[in-house]
């Protein structure tokens, strides 16, 4: 039976992911801040979580998806304008949004074979696409999520060297109907959590080692850094 840990398995996406993919025969395991007490802008807390995995693992993860994030912070709304724009919201955004992934990766490296194909998938956005974006504003958010490509495409290259069959990727899940963006929606066309699960799995089952440091959305079209 193949692993799978979802990290923000309480949120709309992950839980749904996790659902997908239970119904597809893997194992779960799963971790968040609401159920768990998971904190991924904290180091120890992660490190604290994680460890409490091995002992009661059968084997290494096949497929790590890290749907942790969130795109209001503090009743910071997304900004229309750079006048908007505070350090604290680029601060939050960041942690969460960029450093919390980087670092359930850095300690989730013990937890991915080496000697059989394994997927890691973080949850991007397109607007986090440099090259994608033609509307400006939502500063502190799209930010994050740039980092947070960075940072996945230069642990592609670090990890192709000691796992070779290991796809790292990032992933945009399109516009999902959850409370994560229900004021946000307006007139732009959403689908419910349970399709986005559907088609973010068949992505990640689609995608091979060559492809890995690479940023895709829930069709598998490569999107623009």
């Given at each position: 039976?193949?692993?799978?840990?979802?990290?923000?398995?309480?949120?709309?996406?992950?839980?749904?992911?996790?659902?997908?993919?239970?119904?597809?025969?893997?194992?779960?395991?799963?971790?968040?801040?609401?159920?768990?007490?998971?904190?991924?802008?904290?180091?120890?807390?992660?490190?604290?979580?994680?460890?409490?995995?091995?002992?009661?693992?059968?084997?290494?993860?096949?497929?790590?998806?890290?749907?942790?994030?969130?795109?209001?912070?503090?009743?910071?709304?997304?900004?229309?304008?750079?006048?908007?724009?505070?350090?604290?919201?680029?601060i939050d955004q960041f942690a969460l949004n960029a450093m919390g992934p980087a670092?359930?990766?850095?300690?989730?490296?013990?937890?991915?074979?080496?000697?059989?194909?394994?997927?890691?998938?973080?949850?991007?956005?397109?607007?986090?696409?440099?090259?994608?974006?033609?509307?400006?504003?939502?500063?502190?958010y799209r930010t994050s999520k740039a980092a947070l490509n960075q940072l996945m495409?230069?642990?592609?290259?670090?990890?192709?060297?000691?796992?070779?069959?290991?796809?790292?990727?990032?992933?945009?899940?399109?516009?999902?109907?959850?409370?994560?963006?229900?004021?946000?929606?307006?007139?732009?066309?959403?689908?419910?959590?349970?399709?986005?699960?559907?088609?973010?799995?068949?992505?990640?089952?689609?995608?091979?080692?060559?492809?890995?440091?690479?940023?895709?959305?829930?069709?598998?079209?490569?999107?623009?850094?």
């Open positions: 039976m193949k692993q799978a840990l979802i990290i923000g398995n309480s949120g709309g996406i992950g839980h749904a992911v996790q659902g997908e993919l239970q119904a597809r025969g893997y194992g779960v395991t799963g971790l968040s801040r609401r159920e768990h007490g998971l904190d991924v802008t904290q180091e120890s807390s992660i490190i604290r979580h994680l460890d409490g995995l091995i002992d009661g693992l059968t084997g290494p993860f096949d497929l790590v998806f890290v749907a942790s994030g969130a795109l209001e912070i503090a009743g910071a709304a997304p900004e229309k304008t750079l006048q908007s724009l505070t350090p604290s919201a680029l670092l359930v990766l850095k300690h989730v490296v013990p937890l991915l074979p080496k000697s059989r194909p394994a997927v890691f998938a973080a949850l991007s956005a397109r607007v986090g696409s440099i090259g994608d974006n033609r509307l400006g504003g939502w500063y502190s495409h230069g642990a592609a290259v670090e990890l192709a060297r000691t796992h070779k069959q290991l796809c790292l990727v990032c992933l945009h899940p399109g516009t999902v109907a959850t409370s994560f963006t229900e004021k946000y929606l307006g007139r732009h066309p959403a689908v419910g959590p349970g399709e986005a699960a559907r088609n973010l799995v068949d992505v990640m089952e689609q995608l091979s080692p060559d492809q890995t440091g690479r940023f895709f959305d829930y069709a598998g079209q490569e999107i623009p850094w």
